[in-house]
């Protein structure tokens, strides 16, 4: 087969065309980019494109990368050789009232698209928390979306997938079929032996309230703050997102600085509810030191998503990296967890940059059997932020050493904030790691799709510093 357009309702694009670098980067939201570049790029224009053209990868011994919303921080879809296939245009979605689930395209924007759709039709879907990442690269991670301690992970409500395979077949998995696809979509992340061109998803009703409490405090409160919270959390509604976070903040004299900002959103039936739900809040004991406090104020999910994108501004050049934090819930075992995050919130060196503590507590659900299977009470993750390129090293240096400061109390991490060309964490549990490769193996014995990105595949799945 030769190399033509023409075989597609969409479009291949090779290097010698003038859109070539617009076609490989310009979905990609991170603006520091990568100096990879794949041999050509397919703009898949719907399924059948993109069967055809994993096809016409076997046919030139091409590996196939996948890029859905654009989002991983590290570039994944960006691979030397081999065919990027983009999944930008598929984009459609569609409900049924009688099952209450929702179908959509790999290239949905969690929160731009489907989100607002949802919330029309009186209903709801616990996607990512910044609107425009795609539900194609969060759901195969396993989705760290709105309330996930309460609902757990968002890739617990798929209930299918549609996938085409490496003989660029289209098929379903889920439950009864292709159940080892289905397995895998939720969790194994960027080296799914596939590429899903929708996604079938269980949807719950719209909570009635969302009341929305934020406390701003001075980062040099940071270490009594947080040791209240990971002693109160636990305690907290599972109704109530709890994030920490550190980062500028306008605040009511007008100035913008670095503050160190606890949070909750209560996701709830009504004002009352929602204000009993958040009520903990207010026992922190050294709030009468509080910057400003905002006790359950009404609030909206479009709200959050502009303040998400306030936050992650596209294109700026981002460096970030994540943890499990994990240790005993012993006064002295808090005390350790909370010097291990210490020096990733309190020094920061890029003025936009932030860093964010969420609760997981209490687990007390069990996941179900799934790739994904990695999780503990909090997730800590760190992100520089900045427009010059010359300040790479500095932010790197930077991350690499508060993060080796975590290191002892650090279980691994998760894989959407993660970028294993830099460091390599466990990410899932040896058993289901195993499993994943069994599946891989079976399902791309030729290692058609692009696998983990990583410095060394051979260790993958294993702190590093523990080999
Ligand atoms: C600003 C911002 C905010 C974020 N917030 C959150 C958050 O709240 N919660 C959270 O969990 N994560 C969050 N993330 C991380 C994000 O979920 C991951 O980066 C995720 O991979 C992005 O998905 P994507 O489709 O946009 O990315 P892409 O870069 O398009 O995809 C990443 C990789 O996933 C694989 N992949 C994607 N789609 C498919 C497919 N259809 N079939 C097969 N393989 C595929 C490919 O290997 C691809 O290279 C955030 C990222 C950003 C940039």
Avoid at 137 to 157: I, K, T, V, Y
Avoid at 364 to 373: G, N
Avoid at 441 to 457: N, V
Wanted: charged fraction near 25%; aromatic fraction near 10%.
């Amino acid at each position: 087969m030769t190399l033509s357009t023409d075989q597609f309702d969409g479009r291949l694009v090779l290097p010698a065309e003038a859109d070539f670098e617009e076609a490989v980067l310009g979905r990609v939201f991170n603006g520091r980019r990568p100096g990879r570049r794949p041999d050509a790029v397919l703009l898949a224009a719907n399924e059948q494109d993109v069967a055809a053209g994993v096809r016409l990868a076997n046919e030139q011994g091409w590996t196939v990368a996948v890029r859905s919303g654009g989002h991983a921080w590290a570039a994944w879809s960006v691979r030397d050789g081999g065919l990027l296939i983009d999944l930008g245009a598929l984009t459609t979605i569609s409900y049924d009232e009688a099952t209450e689930i929702v179908s959509a395209g790999p290239a949905t924007k969690g929160g731009d698209q489907l989100s607002p759709f949802l919330e029309e039709r009186g209903r709801f879907f616990n996607g990512g928390h910044c609107p425009s990442v795609g539900i194609g690269g969060f759901l195969l991670q396993g989705g760290q979306g709105w309330n996930q301690r309460g609902w757990g992970w968002a890739a617990e409500s798929v209930v299918a997938v549609d996938v085409v395979t490496g003989e660029g077949e289209l098929v379903r998995a889920d439950a009864d079929q292709n159940s080892d696809l289905y397995w895998a979509a939720r969790g194994a992340g960027p080296s799914f032996p596939g590429i899903v061109v929708r996604f079938h998803i269980r949807t719950r009703p719209k909570f009635g309230f969302l009341g929305h409490t934020v406390h701003a405090y001075e980062v040099e409160d940071f270490v009594e703050v947080m040791t209240w919270l990971y002693r109160a959390h636990h305690e907290i509604s599972t109704n109530v997102e709890i994030v920490a976070v550190c980062t500028p903040t306008p605040l009511p004299s007008g100035e913008t600085r670095r503050v160190f900002l606890v949070t909750g959103v209560a996701f709830e039936d009504d004002h009352e509810s929602a204000r009993a739900a958040l009520a903990p809040f207010n026992e922190c004991p050294v709030i009468d030191r509080a910057i400003f406090v905002m006790d359950c104020a009404e609030s909206s999910l479009a709200e959050h998503r502009a303040q998400q994108e306030l936050q992650n501004p596209e294109h700026a050049q981002y460096i970030c990296d994540n943890l499990w934090v994990d240790g005993e819930n012993t006064p002295e075992g808090i005390a350790a967890m909370i010097e291990g995050i210490r020096p990733l919130f309190t020094t920061n060196p890029t003025e936009k940059g932030f860093a964010i503590w969420m609760s997981n507590a209490p687990m007390r659900r069990e996941l179900p059997d799934m790739a994904f299977s990695m999780q503990t009470e909090a997730y800590v993750a760190s992100y520089t932020v900045y427009d010059d390129p010359a300040d790479y090293q500095r932010n790197r240096d930077w991350l690499n050493e508060v993060m080796a400061h975590a290191q002892p109390v650090t279980a691994g991490q998760y894989l959407g904030d993660s970028d294993f060309t830099n460091r390599q964490l466990k990410f899932m549990a040896d058993d289901n790691y195993r499993r994943l490769q069994q599946i891989i193996a079976e399902r791309d014995p030729d290692g058609r799709f692009a696998r983990y990105l990583a410095k060394d595949p051979a260790t993958l799945n294993k702190n590093h510093w523990e080999l």
